[in-house]
């Protein structure tokens, strides 16, 4: 198998090769209006509780976003919050936990199973943000689709 093959998500073992069959777009959802962005530090400043409130974020009073930060997280062993954990301990965050999907441990988190629950936690809970994978979630199909602009995905940059 070549580095490039690898690199796309390609993987083999003895007598077979498994193939991705489809791309899902991942990111950081808040209850608020669109377009605010966030880097993986602050995200990872937010999830730590560093950040505690949304005055600590550029532009998020803009969005509607004041007052305290509720951090929706998944409470079961998940896909999203392995990839959560890769991005900020390869971004440079400051994060040093193993990078699985075993649920995040900072304390004050509100905790959910599954990726329909965050995205219902986020949608009720003013100022809440949560993560998940676009696809997975009725609720945030929906949102893309342009019915609702309460909760918006949040792309990271590096930084």
């Known amino acids: 198998m070549t580095a490039a093959q690898e690199g796309a998500g390609f993987s083999a073992s003895p007598g077979k090769i498994t193939v991705p069959l489809c791309v899902s777009t991942f990111g950081f959802f808040y209850n608020g209006k669109p377009g605010l962005v966030l880097t993986a530090t602050q995200s990872y400043q937010i999830y730590s509780g560093?950040?505690?409130?949304?005055?600590?974020?550029?532009?998020?009073s803009a969005?509607?976003?004041?007052?305290?930060?509720?951090?929706?997280?998944?409470?079961?062993?998940?896909?999203?919050?392995?990839?959560?954990?890769?991005?900020?301990?390869?971004?440079?965050?400051?994060f040093s936990g193993a990078t699985d999907g075993v649920a995040l441990t900072f304390d004050g988190l509100s905790k959910v199973?599954?990726?329909?629950?965050?995205c219902a936690a986020v949608l009720a809970t003013k100022g809440a943000i949560g993560y998940?994978?676009?696809?997975?979630?009725?609720?945030?199909?929906k949102l893309q689709a342009g019915k609702s602009?309460?909760?918006?995905?949040?792309?990271?940059t590096s930084g």
């Open 50 to 60: 560093t950040i505690a409130t949304w005055a600590g974020v550029t532009g998020a």
């Open 63 to 94: 969005k509607g976003l004041t007052g305290a930060i509720t951090r929706v997280a998944r409470s079961d062993k998940s896909g999203s919050t392995a990839i959560v954990k890769t991005m900020w301990s390869k971004a440079g965050t400051g």
């Open 149 to 156: 602009a309460c909760v918006q995905a949040v792309f990271w």
């Open 113 to 118: 199973e599954g990726t329909s629950a965050v």
């Open 132 to 141: 998940a994978f676009t696809g997975g979630c009725s609720t945030v199909r």
